[in-house]
């Protein structure tokens, strides 16, 4: 797996070739210097094309579509010396790649602490319990029988951004900012599965548990169990990836993705929070005087610069489109507004595409880039009227101890020669 620093010679080399294919090709290659490196005469206009010459692949030959073997550097990548081992690890979403809103099910991050578990779906068994009037065992095919709905969220691992809080660290937003996805998610509302099993009085909590050798488990409060969560058994249409669960995980709208348990084997239902390992030893956020708040479930609005980022350094001066991605776990993200002097001066980007609650929007800046150093930066409003805070100002509250819930504002210093490098500024 490529590091990142890797990355950064990578694109560095890239860049040059880019940039001494553009005066001869500019045409060829359109806006793309990347089609300036495979540059081959015979291929281009006027002459008819290789590829016109045989016939192509037939159907079916690919069962199973694949991306065109030109795209094989995107891919999730994790980064080595983060952790001690794979199974108890993280992959990054290569979001300097993608566009859009929807993460490709293939390349939608991964967090596991034990290894992906690999459940026969004809095994699979949901168990609901505790304060419930009747204790219930779902088969996947009892959960498929249930009234369904389809819903796009994003899920971010609150670790995310979690290696930036005493500064700068990696270069690329796949790695500091890559522990996030969205997805369409299909399920049953997980309110239909707790009617079914009826509510003792007293309730108040639930125990979501996994199904992998971790058996994670984590407490919920009842409201948010009965307000939007959803026992998801299909990701973009298909079904759930090994990896994300499959057959079926929890969907926790906002939340942080730790919430969101994988491979989901039982519902507990109880009148108090169980102080699992992953709400008290983790996923607490400890702040400079030393206490740790726990139960920290919202993701704040966030919002990154996706193009140009490290990894997608700039290749052409001239008009030149920012991309980027916003989400808040509070409701919509409502606007978003980009620096390119390191936020003295702010402009409202265009938002384009669908905007649903607790899902990621994409933005977009157009400017006409001029060769000059710039710090780019991005901020998220959300329709609470709360703005993401700029780094300094969330130190502030939270101190350097934190390694969750890091929406700090990004900043990616633009260089004249179109490198971008992962910057603060003071
Ligand atoms: N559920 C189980 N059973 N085991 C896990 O290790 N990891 C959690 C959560 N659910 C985990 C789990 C964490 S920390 C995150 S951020 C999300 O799953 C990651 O979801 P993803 O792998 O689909 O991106
Ligand atoms: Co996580």
Redesign the pocket.
Known sequence: MTEPTDKKHASRRRFLVGAAGLSATSLAAGASGRAALADNAKNLPPNVADWMRTLGDGVAVRAYGHPSKFEKDVIRRDVQWLTSSRESSVSFTPLHELDGIITPNGL???????GIAEIDPNDYRLMLHGLVDKPLIFTLEDLKRLPRVNRIYF?E??ANSGMEWRGAQLNGCQYTHG?V?CVQYTGVPLKVLLAQAGLKANAKWIMAE???A?A?NRSIPLSKALDDCIVAYRMNGEMLRP???YPVRLVVPGWE??V????LRRIKVGDQPWYTREETAKYTDLLENGKARKFTFEMDAKSVITAPSPQAPLRQKGFTIISGLAWSGRGKVKRVDVSLDGGRNWRAARIDGPVFEKACVRFYYEFEWNGEALLLQSRATDDTGYVQPSKESLRKIRGVNSIYHNNGIQTWSLKVDGEVENVEVG
């Open positions: 939608c991050f991964e967090r596991h602490h034990s899920l691992c609150a522990m996805h996994g199904g992998d971790a994670m990896e994300q669960g993705g730790n969101w348990v994988k491979w």
